[in-house]
């Protein structure tokens, strides 16, 4: 099953690799990674998204937490939560196409946030799953490139993943 | 007081209560070689490799539980180390090791005897630091301290970049008293519910197994456990790391578990409806084939290291915490709940164990000419008492000790058990010894494994530790020649050497006394005249039987209740296998 674990951790250098490393050692998988500063600049706040069966989550936390670096984590996908990614896309657009792509952007509610006479680039947010359902939308013969964060979450409600 | 980093550095370890530190100088530590030699609280061990002063450090803190402190340069010096890291962190063993690091604006240049030793220790520390800042270096050796000794204690490597210890730059010294990591804080208690649950599951068995490890060690909570087996009269196993924590002599001791455990100790795990799990981890020699492991038992299991709880065998009941508070906490609520266990149940299971403890699955040919590898651990064991320090390296003579020397005190047996590494026994043992003096401290080793730090009996001879060195030798790599007897139908592809020294040509030449025995009736007097030889380091080369083998084994794939026993050939003739 796929998890989105969320890590609070020391802004150090180095913290980042110990959770790669961790992952690599032990043989679990990652999907995607995101981390940056929070806004207490001690601290940074990485999202995993990763996949396995409940003994191999447990161990995934379990081996986090034991990491001196880690100060917390949270197994979102435990609990309701909010997930989004940022996702660029430029896209070749000529002739009649130029209002074809525009009006998929709208339909996804997608930015178009650079013009050029033969490209747009398209900045749009959602869950991964939205996103893929845009790329699968337009013809894959005019994007140029593509560029995705990993998806990043939060919980719902008060709890929140702080000191 | 304003001392330079160099100065800091030593005067910390002094301020930790630091007595030895085990260590080889370079060009990165220059500055903390002429402060070491500016003073003298702190005393250096000068080793001949860098992989014997991780393992002589190891050796001193598996025997004291202090933690060990090893000093290398950059480079070769830190990887050299790296070996004697890991091999500590296998165990949990508390170290600390200081490695050189090249000047902090040439790092990542490829500088001369640079390497990352933060990222090639990374997964073999409990943790590692970089010192980027003289002003932080006391600090950061308390907090190396602090992490190595407590929770699960473990390897920090502390990286020190040369012109940290510049001795022109000096800074206000005050080593901190104490130290917090707001995120790192061990358990040490355990959940009293989850106690309570245990207690009532414990007491409600018919054929419960006490099954504990070097956590029982690590933790110092022999007394406690011997205290818990006594209240519950149950039977008590242990694991390779536990050898010592409860004592082998007791009645309920029914010897070691797993691969070369006993009959009994495998075949009551199997059957049990019960088990504790005390400081033990689960362990693929402990456990077998794990499908096939203890398929009737609910398991409880108490460690500090959540991460080692239903890591590999799924546990009913896990208690987090200290394994010392946590069985007295239990030793309380048995107390409490006025509960006794079920006697009648208890006595058919110790009758059971009885008839599976008949089957005397370590008995072995007493009546052979050759020397019986077995009878010179049982010697040893006579000739001091039971009480002596045994250190090992790895392979079959580790087994024939941890089967035939039976310890009755923790901290006792010195052996590397989860990294299995060559080569540890010399070294550890010269850092059991300086912290014993007193005390008999016996290596005990094999022709193969010895040869990889035998550079250390030039460091035995420096600092006067007189330990006796009881090499088994049988021309082979006996545990690789074993496995390939049983599973290459005997194709004993390069375990065997086709030149090995003349060992006691070698120890003379590095200052000791060495002897060559070679029938049985010669082995008996030969460890007496070692072990009276107080002051003097003794190199017994002692020749055994080429063909023995360590029984009774779980082989690979098998379970716990289909252990290959020895079967009785009679009395072995004069073989040479090559």
């Not at chain 2, 000791?512 to 190199?539: S, Y």
């Amino acid at each position: 099953m796929r998890h989105i674990i969320s890590v609070l951790m020391e802004n150090e250098s180095g913290a980042l690799s110990r959770v790669a490393g961790l992952f690599s050692a032990r043989g679990y998988n990652i999907e995607s990674l995101t981390v940056a500063p929070t806004e207490d600049p001690t601290l940074s706040r990485m999202t995993v998204v990763t996949r396995g069966s409940e003994e191999i989550i447990e161990q995934i936390t379990k081996q986090l937490n034991k990491l001196i670096d880690v100060v917390k984590l949270i197994d979102l996908a435990e609990s309701f939560h909010i997930e989004r990614e940022l996702m660029m896309v430029k896209v070749k657009t000529t002739g009649e196409m130029r209002h074809e792509i525009r009006s998929l952007s709208d339909i996804f509610r997608g930015k178009i946030i650079d013009v050029t006479p033969t490209t747009y680039i398209i900045e749009m947010t959602g869950t991964s799953e939205k996103l893929d359902a845009f790329i699968a939308a337009i013809n894959p013969d005019c994007i140029i490139e593509a560029v995705r964060s990993g998806p990043t979450g939060i919980s719902r409600g008060e709890k929140g993943l702080h000191l | 007081m304003e001392l330079s980093g160099a100065q800091i550095l030593v005067q910390s370890l002094v301020d930790e209560g630091v007595e030895y530190i085990f260590g080889y100088p370079g060009g990165a530590v220059l500055h903390l070689y002429d402060a070491l030699f500016q003073q003298d609280e702190l005393k250096h061990i000068l080793v001949r490799h860098e992989q014997g002063a991780t393992h002589a450090a190891d050796g001193y803190a598996r025997a004291t539980g202090k933690p060990g402190v090893v000093l290398v340069t950059s480079g070769p010096g830190a990887t050299n180390a790296v070996t004697g890291i890991a091999t500590a962190y296998m165990d949990s063993i508390p170290m600390v090791i200081i490695s050189g690091q090249v000047s902090l604006p040439v790092i990542g240049s490829d500088a001369f005897q640079e390497v990352d030793m933060i990222g090639i220790t990374r997964p073999c520390v409990k943790h590692n630091f970089l010192v980027k800042d003289v002003t932080k270096l006391a600090e950061t050796i308390k907090k190396a301290f602090y992490v190595a000794t407590t929770g699960r204690p473990g390897p920090v490597v502390i990286d020190v970049p040369k012109d940290i210890t510049a001795p022109q730059i000096k800074v206000p010294y005050k080593y901190p008293e104490k130290v917090s990591i707001r995120s790192y804080n061990p358990v040490v208690t355990g959940h009293k519910g989850q106690i309570r649950k245990a207690v009532d599951l414990l007491l409600s068995a018919h054929k419960p197994i006490i099954y504990s490890g070097g956590g029982v060690v690590l933790g110092e909570a022999s007394k406690e456990l011997i205290q818990f087996a006594h209240t519950l009269g149950y039977p008590i196993t242990n694991t390779l790391m536990g050898l010592g924590a409860y004592p082998a002599t007791d009645k309920q001791f029914i010897g070691m578990l797993g691969m070369h455990g006993t009959y009994e100790a495998n075949m009551a795990m199997h059957e049990s409806d019960v088990i504790i799990a005390i400081g033990a981890r689960f362990d693929d020699r402990v456990t077998g084939k794990l499908d096939l492991f203890c398929p009737y038992a609910k398991i409880i299991h108490i460690d500090v290291d959540p991460a080692s709880i239903s890591k590999t065998v799924k546990v009913d009941i896990p208690i987090v915490g200290d394994v010392k508070p946590v069985l007295e906490q239990m030793l309380e609520i048995i107390k409490e709940s006025q509960k006794q266990p079920d006697a009648k149940a208890l006595e058919l299971w110790w009758n059971q164990i009885r008839q599976w403890q008949s089957v005397n699955c370590l008995e072995y040919d007493r009546q052979s000419p050759l020397i019986k590898p077995q009878y010179v651990i049982e010697q040893l064991h006579e000739v001091t008492k039971g009480d002596a320090y045994v250190t090992s390296d790895v392979g079959q003579h580790q087994m024939w000790v941890a089967q035939y020397y039976p310890f009755d005190k923790p901290r006792r047996w010195i052996n590397s058990g989860g990294l299995g590494t060559m080569g540890f026994g010399l070294p550890a043992a010269i850092g059991v010894k300086l912290a014993f003096p007193d005390e008999n401290v016996a290596c005990v080793t094999g022709d193969a494994s010895i040869q990889m730090c035998i550079q250390e009996l030039s460091t035995a001879l420096q600092y006067n530790t007189p330990i006796k060195i009881i090499n088994l030798n049988n021309r082979y790599m006996g545990m690789v020649r074993q496995w390939q007897e049983f599973s290459y139908q005997s194709r004993y592809s390069h375990s065997y050497m086709d030149t090995i020294p003349e060992f006691v040509k070698l120890a003379e030449a590095y200052g000791h006394v060495g002897m060559r025995i070679t029938k049985p009736e010669e082995v008996r007097p030969a460890l007496e005249a070692a072990f009276a030889m107080k002051d003097r380091t003794v190199f017994l080369d002692v020749m055994t039987d080429q063909t023995e083998n360590v029984y009774p084994m779980i082989e690979a794939g098998k379970g716990h209740h289909e252990m290959k026993l020895r079967v009785a050939t009679g009395t072995s003739t004069d073989r040479e296998l090559a």
